[in-house]
């Protein structure tokens, strides 16, 4: 092997925080534009509406998040997973798909769905444990989240074979190329059904952008437990191009996702982003970070923050003044009292409904079942 | 069987002390000194048992090291043993089993623990087709001297996909012994013995159990894995359970001794293999069985205590043998649907009066 080849097999996996010089930026952490070659056309005819709509999505997804979080500590959810710190990352990529094109979710984005245009008490619904499923997957191109690590990523590459079997892919046509968008995590990378679904997607061109958004955290595991380099060079392996982009950056995550569902409606597929960005909050309700990772890691991370940065930008470019601030923070607080109002008034479900949709239609053992346990229900009535 | 039976020492007891924290109890006399624990000590404190008695053994899954394991049965161990021993893994469960699988046909005895067992399915190749064939397929040249640690069972709502009872579907392969603790005894004493089988052993832990507390004797008791046990004398049903469902059990044979019924209550405690014996002799002297299994009925290993109770002792029988099992239906997330897909010591006792009553 020559010194070259050991030299790049050992490069250091990047400083956590940092990104590395591969990282797509437009936006400085300190809210400075700067120009990208590649990428600067993707954000060119975003007006100031337009960017001041992301800034909008960004406040109210987080509010959205501290709503769940708090439900669940009042007992009115059983769990909650946290979006905080990966707005930009999930604003970013879901406002740059088009309505027809179809999203993969894990379990934590709630803010793809919301630019979706999902109704936001979809996920309380589902965490609150009053639906099954929580929303249709079908009316907004979002489908239910999967809990089994990575599972979906395979789901996602079957998929989008489909949508190029239907030859919606490369014919040029805008409103029919359909790119579809799979989510997993830092963590989920280390999965087989990942890997496995890189290889099967390459082996069919799948019009699949894989987006892996790097929070740095597997619960308590640090991304240097599942990868010795940047997650982005693994696609180099499969055969596929990967970029890494800062997931802290509302603009460079929308311009690179872009483009990438480009390449795929185009027949490029597929493409992994790295999304480089960071949990700021816990696992989901059911952990404590302090038990593994310091204090000092989520200050540092507090400087990369996706809100402030478009803020500072937005007000620093005039392109949006106090009034427009105050008036999106009003709109949260409105917001959230009606997420709460929704959550708290939901219905539950009633006992016999655990039978339905086991299968398609009438099974004798669901009967079966389904029946005693409204015998047993009747027998209190009987009883009083 | 001596060799899987644990024997005290005392290493044992000071990892006991150590691991507690506390010892209460008299040191001499007849009463042997006891502490308090819980399920999930009993079982930490059987970790550090074997880590201090074999260089060999080593521990590695998903969050076991830094965050003390998803259910925090290896809290502590990494700073005390190190890295080396105490494994964080990257998030593949075909990887760190099969890892395990290789580990062990190299001498060395890993404990692998599995988030839960539907998540063990991501690696049923390594267990099923790997682990419990490699003696055989390789003429008994192979030995897979492996344990999976892994929890199972719904009533925390955790949803469908963290809440199933797999353990069944593993209780019927061959190649593996499968053991479900469902006491602090054997959540203390389960895992020695399981270690020195040269076979590929899983111990499956029922998530509701890990704050079951209580004493414990400061010596160990040893603890037999090849027996089922009888954990409350009876004399005019036996319920049968295991893991989760023994707490139930128990609580079904109160709600009985009430009303004049005595029931005995059988732990399973070893799946595989089923101890015949313990269970057609309780039914024997009680002529009536109630199976309960947190599984789904059909084809579940409550089907399969049944119809060796039908096989080796229908004459005994004075009533049909009763199952409660789970509803049929992917666990619910809801609470008030969890709670109702789930046997329950109500519904327990109302099969045992049917069962005592119907044809008592
Ligand atoms: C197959 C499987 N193994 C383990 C788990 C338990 N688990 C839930 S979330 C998680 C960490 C996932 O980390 P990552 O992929 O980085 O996503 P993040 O939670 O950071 O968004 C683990 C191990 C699971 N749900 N599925
Ligand atoms: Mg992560």
Known sequence: ?384 | MSRRTATADRAREQATEKATGKTTGKTTGKVPPTVETTYREAMRAAHREALLRDPRVFLMGEDVGRYGGSFAVSLGLLEEFGEERIRDTPLSESAFTGAGVGAAMRGLRPIVEIMTVNFSLLALDQILDNAATLRHMSGGQLSVPLVIRMTTGAGRQLAAQHSHSLEGWYASIPGLRVLAPATLEDARGMLWPALEDPDPVLIFEHGSLYNLSGTLPVEPTPVDIERAAVRRPGTDVTLIAYAGGLGKALAAADLLAAEGISAEVVDLRVLRPLDDATIIGSVSRTHRAVVVDEAWRSGSLAAEVTARIVEQAFYELDAPVERVCAAEVPIPYPHHLEEAALPQPEGIAAAARRAVGEHG
């Not at chain 1, 008490?121 to 907004?140: A, C, I, K, N, Y």
């Not at chain 1, 074979?161 to 280390?190: E, H, L, Q, W």
């Not at chain 1, 958004?213 to 437990?225: D, G, L, R, Y």
């Open chain 1, 1 to 384: 092997m020559s010194d070259k080849v050991v030299a790049e097999l050992h490069q250091p996996t990047p400083e956590v925080g940092d990104g590395g010089p591969d990282m797509i930026q437009l936006l400085t952490p300190e809210g400075q534009r700067v120009s990208h070659p590649d990428y600067d056309q993707y954000v060119a005819d975003l007006t100031a509406e337009d960017l001041r709509s992301f800034y909008r999505d960004l406040v109210l997804i987080r509010r959205l998040d501290a709503e769940g979080y708090a439900l669940q500590r009042q007992g009115e959810l059983g769990l909650w997973p946290s979006l905080l710190g990966q707005e930009a990352a999930q604003v970013g990529s879901g406002r740059a798909l088009k309505p027809h094109d179809f999203v993969f979710p894990t379990y934590r984005e709630h803010g793809v769905g919301f630019v979706r245009g999902m109704d936001p008490q979809s996920s309380l619904q589902l965490f609150r444990g009053v639906s099954q499923g929580g929303w249709d997957p079908t009316e907004h191109n979002f489908h239910l989240y999967t809990i089994v690590i990575g599972a979906q990523t395979l789901h996602a590459t079957g998929y989008a074979m489909g949508v190029k079997m239907d030859g919606n892919v490369g014919t040029g046509d805008p409103d029919r190329d359909t790119a579809v968008i799979c989510y997993f995590g830092d963590g989920a990378s280390s999965q087989g059904d990942v890997n496995e679904a890189f290889v099967y997607a390459a082996s069919f061109d799948a019009p699949v952008v894989f987006f892996c958004q790097n929070n740095q955290w597997a619960i308590s595991e640090p991304v240097t437990k599942q990868t010795r380099i940047p997650l982005f060079q693994r696609a180099r392996g499969f055969g596929f191009p990967g970029v890494r982009v800062d997931g802290n950056d509302v603009l460079a995550t929308y311009a690179v996702t872009k483009h990438c569902l480009d390449e795929a409606r185009n027949g490029n597929g597929p493409l992994l982003i790295e999304a480089y960005t960071y949990r700021m909050g816990a696992h989901t309700t059911a952990d404590d970070p302090t038990k593994y990772r310091v204090s000092a890691e989520v200050e540092q991370w507090k400087f990369r923050d996706p809100i402030l940065r478009l803020k500072t930008y937005l007000a620093h470019e005039g392109m949006a003044d106090d009034a427009f601030f105050t008036q999106v923070d009003e709109e949260a607080d409105g917001f959230a009292a009606e997420l709460r109002e929704g959550c708290i008034t939901m219905e539950t479900m009633a006992g016999e409904t655990m039978w339905d949709h086991v299968y398609a239609e009438d099974h004798p053992v669901m009967e079966a079942e389904r029946a005693a346990f409204l015998a047993y229900k009747a027998s209190f009535e009987e009883a009083n």
